[in-house]
């Protein structure tokens, strides 16, 4: 069972340069997420999504676009990348809630994907 | 800004202590999660408490929930040089929302 698969492990861009992180989940997920961490800190949300064809901001948006053709695949986009990106970037994916209210996604995280940008 | 924080930012004790870690949070949830981080690698899920719980316990963990102080507790008991990491409270919902993390060293 490969779980949450991050590619590429490793990036180096210039700034400017376009680049697409793919993340991909074979456990039949309804929800999946991105996030970027920093040295130091926690995790940020970029975006997430709760299905196939849905996309959603999170806290820290800017700079990036998201897509979710597929509901095993979420993709990252980087249209002109800045050093600001330089990060780690985790996905993780969740079922959905058995009821709204509960809200119990446990996380399934990818190994992540390391970005630097001149 | 982050919805959780933990407290202490670091932590090193000797193999065999206990290890405390805090979280405090800022909105209403429905459960909070707390999660371990090995160095250069992804989160795994450690344990989930329910806003009905006040306690919970798993293995040599044991997790407190405090709604009123928007407060939860990590501790791990018998610490072992293997569960040196960093480790993260969360809330998870349609957006879910991580603390910076706690880095605890146990020395052997």
């Known amino acids: 069972n490969a779980g949450v698969t991050q590619t590429p492990k490793f990036r180096v861009l210039k700034t400017g340069q376009s680049m697409t992180l793919l993340c991909a989940q074979d456990?039949?997920?309804?929800?999946m997420y991105w996030y970027r961490q920093d040295p130091g800190m926690g995790l940020r949300l970029i975006h997430y999504s709760v299905g196939e064809g849905t996309t959603a901001k999170g806290e820290v948006p800017d700079g990036y676009n998201v897509s979710r053709l597929k509901k095993q695949n979420f993709l990252l986009g980087l249209e002109s990348a800045a050093p600001s990106q330089t990060s780690v970037y985790f996905c993780a994916s969740s079922r959905t809630p058995r009821t709204p209210r509960s809200g119990a996604n446990v996380l399934t995280f990818g190994a992540g994907s390391r970005l630097t940008v001149l | 800004s982050q919805q959780g924080e933990e407290d202490p930012q670091a932590l090193s004790i000797q193999e065999g202590e206990n290890a405390t870690m805090n979280c405090s949070y800022k909105t209403s949830i429905n459960n909070l999660q707390w999660y371990r981080q090995n160095s250069g690698r992804g989160l795994v899920h450690l344990i989930l408490?329910?806003?009905?719980?006040r306690e919970k316990h798993s293995g040599r963990l044991r997790v407190t929930l405090d709604t009123s102080k928007k407060s939860s507790s990590l501790l791990i008991t018998a610490s072992r040089a293997a569960d040196t990491a960093s480790y993260f409270c969360a809330t998870i919902g349609g957006k879910s929302t991580f603390g910076d993390g706690t880095t605890l060293t146990v020395k052997p």
């Open positions: 408490i329910r806003s009905n719980e």
């Open positions: 456990m039949n997920h309804e929800y």
